[in-house]
């Protein structure tokens, strides 16, 4: 991060950010903050289902919400659920302003799963087993899949394309997510 | 894990693998964004400092507009960076546009923070109210929304909030209307104090009304020896008439008001009482009161009530005392020994401590979510809720590992020094808002004439017409095993508002009667229900009666016209024993089937040699419930089962919680119940609900 006048404001609010609660505390640096949890912050909206662009504007709020309020450090791990609640509101109430549905209804449960797959690295480790389970699927499995999530093309296409019915194609795209699910499930954890 | 997140979760990430983007550096963006807030902040300042006439110094005192999204959208559309002060000037001419647009808005001309539906709390509500110029501020004008209206935060996300409160079991009508608290201090203000007997004689009454209106009769009175017995046994803990009569000089021929009243003055009463009322305020363990600490405050009690002293107030001098390690004033050492009980396991445990025991409120609901059937409606805001726990920042109990003993301490003095502490809550629908430190009602405590944050509490507690229903509530518990109205609404459905109405009269009486504790003991312990004899159930009629007669039985229980004595046996009011008696009691007996009744029939296996066939029979409570939950307690169940916020063990105190007076021992039943019950969540928990309300209807023995 450039260290211009911004950032030695910021690590100046820093201090007075950080509040007293009573218990132990680590002095918040808020460009180390940004620095460390913007990744998993923007992906974790995108999880979410927030567009790209919005993904970047709900990051940015997030950590002006933070920065705004008294906030204590107790740790990475606390640090970041706290980021990802801040973000799921800062969702909600886009959605609902956008009159758009909410992505999940449940929270909690979303915030579990995100902590297995993605809770301490931001996701690096999930993308990497990702990446290596996705070579272990067949071919016509990985094609599937990149017609499905590169191209969005539709089942019908993808069915035409690999010379299957639409049900078949249903059938082996569920297949093979299945399969990475679980071939990921068993690197991460 | 559930899958179907983890699917979620594997769909984004398997098309940032294919397909991108991945994700960006934010943090000059972010950076230039926080900067331009900052600046934007200072101009703000400056422009209220100036008193500008035509900017409304209210709307400048917010937190600042429109910068970040003006920083947002640039810098997003545009890698073309902005310095920090044309930022600032933009922010300014926004938030000068918006507060001109603000002021000549004709519905908005008056306070931002007005109640709720005022304009400051349209950021998600149809826009009619909301002045144009303000579309400006975007995200951040919903916090200063928020801010400037609390009571609209719950309207954030009103299809999703819980009522889980709200039992659908309970057809009574609430006993509690919106503005009934308020009523009920102004009452107290100015009610006159009646004469002892005119308090007795409308007791009497409104019981008499209600035993007719709901069709069971009371069974009648003791003969007067039992009944002296009675009241030296629940009032000294003497157990022989004759020696407590001469040893105290008391004429053990005087009718029931004049014994009571001639008891009630010797100390022994005094301290007796104060065992009971130090035990009902602080513990559920009476021998807890044994500590060292535990006997300075029973005598500090027993001094106060026996000195006529205003109980509540006595309650408030030791809520604010010292307590620093180093005091060793007896009232410090009491004050010491209460907080070690209240704060003992965590802030919230406190708070459902200080709301049962002080308020005749089940705060447990509010943790997560207003509660529409709270006793009190002051109470029933999650806010609230919040409020107090950030009041009692700083006050915390933690076990020592070696010895076990428990530490107290105080930070109150450091933590509250430069501002008040803001503490975080969730929304049903898990949105994160923030609390600070407010007594109930929404008034900041250093706004109070207290000291101290505590002592802010303290007072408002003490003076609150709820702490003289707890005490009145606790004190006919206390004679009658059971409260006179409970402090969840639903559980218990019988004649809730006539109860509640006596409730709120003698509340009334104890205060203008300058909150003494004996009075109200002379009362309730002159009336002609503490008189009533006891019903006693045969072994044959427990097998042969039907369901009928015990619902019957169990409805002239719960209206007070039969003392509870129905459970037999060793431990018949204990929870492990009820559950223990239910499953035992949930099989047929072959050569029982026949009987004339649908009672659950006991499993008879056969003694061993040498053993007696020792058959106990369970408590009316069970024997009305056995194996048929209504269906409003299953819908209730359903509803909770469906609330997908809430964890098993959430689940399991919700359904605890329902009760105060039942520690928490269930909470450690719930996975033997789990196995009882092959895993059906369902069954699990109608059967805690059960063992609970069982439990809770049992009076101690």
Redesign the interface.
């Known amino acids: ?2 260290t ?4 030695s ?2 690590e100046e ?1 820093s201090k007075t950010a950080a ?4 218990g132990e505390q680590v002095e918040l640096d ?2 180390e903050l ?2 460390r949890h ?2 998993a912050v ?2 974790y909206l ?2 979410l289902g927030a567009e ?2 919005l993904a ?2 709900l ?3 997030t ?3 933070i ?4 906030f204590t450090q107790y740790g990475d791990a606390a640090t970041a659920s706290y980021l990802r ?2 973000a ?3 969702f ?3 959605r ?2 956008d009159v758009r549905m909410t ?8 915030e ?3 902590v ?3 809770g301490f690295d ?2 690096n480790a ?2 990497d087993a ?2 290596d389970c ?1 070579e272990r699927l067949t071919e016509r499995a990985r094609l599937a ?2 017609l499905r ?2 191209g969005e093309s539709t089942r019908e296409t993808i069915a035409g394309e690999l010379g299957i019915t639409e049900h078949g194609a249903k059938n082996l795209m569920q297949r093979a ?1 299945a399969q ?2 679980d071939c ?2 068993r690197k991460i954890t | 894990m559930s899958k179907e997140y983890s699917d979620q979760i594997l769909d984004y990430l398997t098309a940032e693998m294919l397909n991108g983007p991945s994700p960006p550096d934010l943090s000059e963006r972010i950076e230039a964004a926080w900067a331009a807030e900052k600046d934007a902040q200072s101009t703000a300042k400056v422009a209220t400092n100036t008193q500008l006439p035509y900017v409304d110094a209210a709307l400048l005192s917010q937190p600042p507009v429109a910068p970040p999204v003006q920083a947002r959208k640039k810098s997003f559309q545009s890698t073309e960076k902005r310095s920090p002060w044309i930022a600032a000037l933009t922010a300014s001419a926004a938030l000068l546009v918006a507060a001109i647009a603000w002021t000549a808005w004709p519905e908005n001309g008056n306070d931002v923070a007005e109640g709720e539906g005022g304009g400051g709390a349209t950021q998600f509500e149809s826009g009619p109210k909301q002045p144009p110029g303000t579309n400006l501020a975007g995200a951040s004008n919903t916090k200063k929304a928020r801010a400037a209206n609390p009571g609209s935060r719950q309207k954030q996300s009103p299809k999703k909030e819980l009522n889980l409160d709200s039992l659908p079991f309970d057809t009574s009508p609430s006993g509690i209307q919106p503005e009934r608290e308020t009523q009920l201090a102004i009452n107290q203000e100015i009610a006159e104090p009646l004469e002892a007997s005119a308090i007795v004689g409308s007791v009497n009454q409104h019981f008499a009304e209600i035993w007719a209106a709901i069709g069971v009769q009371a069974s009648g009175r003791l003969a007067e020896p039992l009944l002296k017995n009675k009241i030296l046994l629940n009032l000294i803990g003497a157990e022989s008439l004759t020696e407590t009569s001469e040893s105290l000089e008391i004429d053990p021929d005087l009718q029931q008001a004049a014994f009571v009243q001639q008891l009630m003055e010797t100390p022994e009463a005094a301290s007796f009482l104060a065992k009971k009322l130090a035990s009902a305020l602080v513990v559920r363990n009476p021998r807890e009161l044994e500590e060292a600490d535990g006997t300075v405050f029973t005598k500090l009690a027993s001094e106060a009530i026996s000195g006529g002293q205003d109980w509540n107030k006595f309650v408030q001098s030791v809520l604010e005392a010292d307590l620093s390690t180093e005091s060793k004033l007896p009232l410090d050492v009491a004050a010491k020994f209460v907080y070690r009980k209240l704060a003992v396991g965590d802030k919230h445990r406190m708070m459902n401590r200080l709301g049962s025991n002080l308020l005749n409120t089940n705060s447990s609901c509010v943790r997560c979510h207003d509660n529409k059937s709270s006793t009190s409606p002051t109470l029933a805001k999650q806010e609230s809720y919040w409020s107090i726990v950030a009041l009692l920042n700083g006050v915390q109990v933690r076990r020592n590992a070696d010895d076990g003993s428990l530490k107290l301490t105080d930070k109150q003095n450091e933590i509250f020094a430069n501002k008040s502490p803001v503490v975080y809550y969730t929304l049903p629908d898990g949105q994160v808002l923030s609390a600070t430190a407010k007594i109930p009602g929404g008034v900041d405590w250093d706004k109070t004439e207290a000291g101290s944050p505590r002592a802010a509490l303290a007072a408002w507690v003490a003076d609150s017409p709820l702490m003289d229903q707890a005490v009145v509530n606790q004190t006919w518990k206390l004679l009658f095993g059971r409260h006179l109205v409970p402090q969840v609404q639903g559980i218990d459905v019988v004649a809730i508002p006539q109860r509640q109405a006596v409730l709120d009269m003698l509340a009334t009486q104890y205060r203008a009667h300058g909150r003494d504790v004996r009075s109200l003991v002379t009362w309730l312990a002159s009336t002609d229900l503490y008189a009533q004899a006891t019903v006693s159930v045969s072994r044959q009629q427990w097998l042969e009666e039907t369901d009928q007669a015990f619902e019957k039985l169990q409805l002239a229980e719960i209206a007070f016209a039969v003392p509870l004595s129905l459970g037999v046996g060793r431990d018949a009011n204990s929870l492990a024993s009820s559950l223990d008696m239910m499953n035992r009691f949930s099989g047929s007996s072959p050569t029982l089937a026949d009987l004339p009744t649908t009672l659950a029939q006991p499993n008879i296996e056969k003694p061993g040699k040498g053993k007696e066939l020792v058959l106990e029979m369970p408590s009316v409570g069970f024997v009305v419930h056995r194996n048929r939950p209504t269906a409003a307690e299953r819908t209730f169940v359903d509803k909770l089962l469906g609330a997908s916020e809430l964890s098993w063990a959430e689940k399991v105190d919700h359904v605890v919680s329902l009760f105060p007076e039942v520690n928490g021992r269930p909470r450690d039943l719930d996975t033997k119940l789990l196995e009882y019950h092959d895993g059906n969540a369902k069954e699990a928990l109608l059967t805690l609900l059960w063992a609970v309300k069982n439990n809770a209807a049992s009076p101690p023995k």
């Open positions: 991060m450039a211009n006048g911004g950032v404001k910021m609010d509040s007293s609660s009573g808020l460009t940004v620095a913007q990744v923007w992906r995108r999880a790209p662009a970047d504007d990051t940015q709020d950590f002006l919400e920065m705004r309020k008294p609640r801040v799921h509101n800062l909600i109430s886009r609902r302003r992505v999940t209804e449940h929270a909690e449960k979303f579990s799963a995100w297995r797959w993605a931001s996701g999930a993308l990702l990446t996705f899949l990149r999530f590169s997510k990475l699910r990921v499930e």
